[in-house]
């Protein structure tokens, strides 16, 4: 049920009757299946000169059906264009696609790393699914406010200017979707009857922002493996990489082999550690754990005695593994961060690219040392003196930062910037009350392996969540946590990491039907290519029913623990 408000009933009143003359060409989306269809009242190039001062539309084009996409038009702008402080130039971009068979729906894909590209824009909802223009919604995506330079820094400088933290922390959300709200009235005479946020790791952020900062823009968001807590992780990576790099091998110039940490068998070796320690806690051996919070692994199980050896790992291994997974602290014992849960997925290559990287020599290409330029630039205030553009300038900086100090810089104000980034960047309020009060729905979904955003904070945020609403129950009708055993992040991992979010969302949205379970599906990578579960809200968990294949999800219910 859908609520709609004295002024906005009035609203569609006056609108419909100014449209009168042409509502014959116009049709109205009547079925949560999208059956019937609206045409465009307005043809695309009209768009660029009805966008107003403050937009510049660089394209409005009619796109022919292709093999990927459908019709439509697409229309890139730039929004509030200026130039910084540093005399950098910013705007907001906005790639917005409106397809001739529009369903009446709009989805905001929101965008990973720190932005900086506008991106295809066409919606993934995963689980191979067609994108959501094939669909037939209305998407938009969007760049932040700032374009990323080429080069190791990955364009975090954009961190060092006051706005451009702010436009990407959340004012681009908040400004790019009423800009393309106003060009979906202009295009088909009338707006979405249903607005949707998609967006995994920093995009998932971006979707908790708008449940909290601007809870009347959405009706349903899911967002995956969410980095709600972006400058505490960036402490935290800090610190997992200070740990690792300091057991290194060291390279012919002096500096550590960040990737030969822990070579790869050691990782399999933890990773079968893992699994057969925790696997069947959850009442089934078939791989998958579960059962996450019964897991009580601990690395020094595999500690050597003495030498280390192919079957077990060296106590310096050992304590930098602790290291990472405990998380970090300041020296007055402040918890910085969340602890990571033990999982099957460690082994793979997806965690390894974020952790340790795959070079055989001193220069790094682990991609939680790739962002520790935002640590500097974008996270502390002040910003860290610009680093040397070079990847080797990051790591040292990386490997070198006092966590306690850059601690306090996370929270720190200046004249320049009177929002700390802590302020500006994060989501981690548990006060949705407006979007919880407007009927809005949020899906959250994280791997358990993610090895960068750790599912336990996501979990703990969750906890939060339910205590300021009343409980379970309360908490589970309008927003509902699956967890995804050994994916990492995003995807990937020994994991069903394979579903659909949009279409259980859109279900509960518009229909009431709460996701009981979202089917998944194991990737070819996976030891189980043909594996089907089902992922649970959380608390509850798939639990075997005892009878019929263990590869098949009709054989898996969601019970509690």
Same mark, same amino acid.
């Given at each position: 049920?859908?609520?709609?408000?004295?002024?906005?009933?009035?609203?569609?009143?006056?609108?419909?009757?100014?449209?009168?003359?042409?509502?014959?060409? *116009?049709?109205?989306?009547?079925?949560?299946?999208?059956?019937?269809?609206?045409?465009? &009242?307005?043809?695309?190039?009209?768009?660029?000169?009805?966008?107003?001062?403050? &937009?510049?539309?660089?394209?409005?084009?009619? +796109?022919?059906?292709?093999?990927?996409?459908?019709?439509?038009?697409?229309?890139?702008?730039?929004?509030?264009?200026?130039?910084? @402080?540093?005399?950098? %130039?910013?705007?907001?971009?906005?790639?917005?696609?409106?397809?001739?068979?529009?369903?009446?729906?709009?989805?905001?894909?929101?965008?990973?790393?720190?932005?900086?590209?506008?991106?295809?824009?066409? /919606?993934?909802?995963?689980?191979?699914?067609?994108?959501?223009?094939?669909?037939?919604?209305?998407?938009?995506?969007?760049?932040? !406010?700032?374009?990323?330079?080429?080069?190791?820094?990955?364009?975090?400088?954009?961190?060092?200017?006051?706005?451009?933290?702010?436009?990407?922390?959340?004012?681009?959300?908040?400004?790019?979707?009423?800009?393309?709200?106003?060009?979906?009235?202009?295009?088909?005479?009338?707006?979405?009857?249903?607005?949707?946020?998609?967006?995994?790791?920093?995009?998932?952020?971006?979707?908790?922002?708008?449940?909290?900062?601007?809870?009347?823009?959405?009706?349903?968001?899911?967002? !995956?493996? #969410?980095?709600?807590?972006?400058?505490?992780?960036?402490?935290?990576?800090?610190?997992?990489?200070? /740990? =690792?790099?300091?057991?290194?091998? %060291?390279?012919?110039?002096?500096?550590?082999?960040?990737?030969?940490?822990?070579?790869?068998?050691?990782?399999?070796?933890?990773? +079968? /550690?893992?699994?057969?320690?925790?696997?069947?806690?959850?009442?089934?051996?078939? !791989?998958?754990?579960?059962? *996450?919070?019964?897991?009580?692994?601990?690395?020094?199980?595999?500690?050597?005695?003495?030498?280390?050896?192919?079957?077990?790992?060296?106590?310096?291994?050992? @304590?930098?593994?602790?290291?990472?997974?405990?998380?970090?602290?300041?020296?007055?014992?402040?918890?910085?961060?969340?602890?990571?849960?033990?999982?099957?997925?460690?082994?793979?290559?997806?965690?390894?690219?974020?952790?340790?990287?795959?070079?055989?020599?001193?220069?790094?290409?682990?991609?939680? *040392?790739?962002? !520790?330029?935002?640590?500097?630039?974008?996270?502390?205030?002040?910003?860290?003196?610009?680093?040397?553009?070079?990847?080797?300038?990051?790591?040292?900086?990386?490997?070198?930062?006092? &966590?306690?100090?850059?601690?306090?810089?996370? =929270?720190?104000?200046?004249?320049?910037? #009177?929002?700390?980034?802590?302020?500006?960047?994060? @989501?981690?309020?548990?006060?949705?009350?407006?979007?919880? /009060?407007?009927?809005?729905?949020?899906?959250?979904?994280?791997?358990?392996?993610?090895?960068?955003?750790?599912?336990?904070?996501?979990?703990?945020?969750?906890?939060?969540?339910?205590?300021?609403?009343?409980?379970?129950?309360?908490?589970?009708? =309008?927003?509902?946590?699956?967890?995804?055993?050994?994916?990492?992040?995003?995807?990937?991992?020994?994991?069903?990491?394979? =579903?659909?979010?949009?279409? #259980?969302? &859109?279900?509960?949205?518009?229909?009431? +039907?709460? #996701?009981?379970?979202?089917?998944?599906?194991?990737?070819?990578?996976?030891?189980?290519?043909?594996?089907?579960?089902?992922?649970?809200?959380?608390?509850?968990?798939?639990?075997?029913?005892?009878?019929?294949?263990?590869?098949?999800?009709?054989?898996?219910?969601?019970?509690?623990?």
């Amino acid at each position: 049920m859908v609520i709609v408000s004295v002024r906005e009933r009035r609203h569609r009143q006056v609108r419909q009757a100014a449209l009168g003359c042409i509502a014959s060409v *116009v049709a109205i989306a009547t079925s949560a299946a999208g059956g019937d269809t609206i045409s465009p &009242v307005t043809a695309c190039d009209r768009l660029k000169a009805e966008a107003g001062a403050a &937009v510049r539309v660089s394209g409005a084009q009619q +796109r022919p059906a292709a093999s990927d996409l459908p019709a439509h038009c697409e229309v890139i702008a730039h929004l509030d264009e200026r130039t910084g @402080a540093d005399g950098q %130039k910013f705007a907001i971009g906005l790639h917005l696609r409106l397809p001739e068979a529009w369903n009446g729906r709009f989805v905001f894909q929101g965008q990973g790393g720190t932005d900086g590209v506008l991106g295809n824009g066409d /919606a993934q909802p995963g689980g191979g699914q067609p994108s959501a223009l094939n669909q037939g919604y209305a998407t938009v995506t969007t760049d932040a !406010g700032h374009s990323n330079a080429p080069g190791p820094l990955g364009g975090a400088s954009f961190g060092l200017e006051p706005q451009a933290r702010i436009d990407f922390g959340y004012r681009a959300d908040d400004v790019v979707t009423r800009r393309a709200k106003q060009f979906i009235q202009t295009y088909y005479g009338r707006l979405p009857r249903y607005s949707y946020f998609l967006g995994c790791s920093n995009g998932g952020r971006h979707g908790m922002v708008v449940t909290q900062r601007f809870p009347d823009h959405f009706d349903g968001v899911a967002a !995956g493996a #969410p980095a709600f807590r972006m400058p505490e992780k960036g402490l935290a990576g800090a610190a997992a990489t200070q /740990a =690792f790099a300091a057991i290194s091998p %060291k390279a012919s110039d002096g500096r550590p082999i960040l990737a030969q940490a822990l070579s790869q068998a050691d990782m399999e070796l933890l990773s +079968r /550690a893992i699994v057969q320690s925790c696997d069947e806690a959850d009442g089934l051996a078939d !791989g998958i754990i579960d059962n *996450v919070a019964a897991c009580r692994f601990s690395p020094r199980t595999l500690q050597c005695p003495a030498e280390k050896t192919a079957s077990c790992l060296s106590s310096a291994q050992v @304590a930098a593994l602790e290291t990472y997974f405990e998380g970090p602290t300041t020296a007055q014992g402040r918890r910085i961060y969340a602890s990571y849960p033990y999982d099957a997925g460690i082994a793979t290559e997806g965690w390894r690219r974020w952790i340790l990287g795959t070079a055989p020599d001193s220069r790094v290409n682990a991609f939680n *040392v790739s962002f !520790g330029a935002t640590l500097a630039y974008l996270y502390m205030t002040p910003p860290q003196a610009p680093l040397a553009n070079e990847a080797e300038a990051v790591y040292d900086f990386y490997r070198s930062v006092d &966590v306690t100090d850059a601690h306090a810089k996370i =929270f720190g104000t200046s004249a320049a910037m #009177p929002e700390s980034s802590v302020q500006t960047i994060s @989501a981690n309020s548990v006060d949705l009350s407006g979007f919880r /009060a407007r009927r809005g729905k949020l899906l959250l979904y994280h791997g358990v392996s993610d090895p960068t955003f750790s599912a336990l904070d996501t979990v703990g945020w969750y906890k939060r969540l339910t205590s300021a609403v009343g409980g379970e129950r309360e908490t589970a009708d =309008f927003a509902r946590l699956f967890l995804v055993p050994g994916m990492n992040h995003c995807s990937g991992g020994p994991a069903t990491d394979s =579903f659909d979010v949009l279409t #259980p969302l &859109v279900a509960w949205v518009e229909q009431g +039907r709460a #996701p009981e379970r979202i089917e998944a599906r194991a990737g070819a990578k996976t030891p189980w290519p043909d594996r089907s579960r089902p992922l649970c809200p959380y608390p509850r968990q798939a639990r075997y029913l005892g009878h019929g294949s263990i590869e098949q999800s009709e054989n898996f219910t969601c019970a509690a623990p």
